[in-house]
């Protein structure tokens, strides 16, 4: 699937969507702050939005979160609303890859890579989630919650700090209005 072709209109509309092919998935921003108690999905506002713009690009909406399109199927993957459940189970069926993708927030792109990591994260892919959390804020404090007594949490606990930093970075270049997205647009 061509996930930076799909990110372009979502790009184009109030959204910003960024291509993580390693899952395979597209990260879609949704709030520049977090709490620790934040539900972390993309609520009923944007999964309209996000269904209005793919509709005027060419994509069907086949089911409330299936979206058929021009390069392949998008996923909205239903999630609990139980703070504390990790959105691992949500997403098992989309692994496989091929012509589809999730939609999902940068916390749960975060969470989906370190667990996927057997072994630890190469040097590609931190910087991957380190350029994502540039562009787009996650909810650290959630993914180390859902992380906790997994093969994952070392990892995170690892580059927590990294990420922390790059993600501040990104955020005061927001708030001066000197921030430079390299989005697809």
């Not at 459940?85 to 993708?101: I, K, V």
Request: aromatic share 6%; proline share 6%; glycine share 8%.
């Amino acid at each position: 699937m061509d996930l930076v072709e799909a990110c372009r209109p979502l790009n184009r509309s109030r959204l910003s969507a960024a291509p993580c092919a390693w899952i395979p998935a597209i990260s879609i921003f949704v709030d520049e702050r977090y709490d620790r108690s934040d539900v972390d999905v993309l609520g009923p506002q944007q999964r309209q939005h996000i269904a209005r713009v793919l509709g005027r690009h060419g994509w069907r909406q086949l089911t409330g979160g299936v979206f058929a399109g021009p390069h392949g199927r998008l996923v909205l993957p239903r999630l609990t609303p139980n703070l504390s459940e990790d959105p691992g189970h949500a997403f098992a069926a989309l692994r496989g890859g091929g012509r589809q993708a999730a939609l999902a927030t940068p916390t749960q792109v975060i969470f989906l890579t370190l667990t996927a990591a057997v072994g630890g994260l190469d040097a590609e892919r931190e910087n991957d989630l380190l350029d994502l959390v540039h562009e787009q804020p996650a909810n650290l404090d959630k993914v180390a919650e859902w992380l906790r007594r997994s093969s994952g949490e070392g990892e995170f606990d690892r580059i927590r700090v990294r990420l922390a930093a790059r993600q501040e970075e990104g955020r005061l270049l927001r708030e001066q209005h000197a921030f430079r997205s390299r989005l697809p647009a």
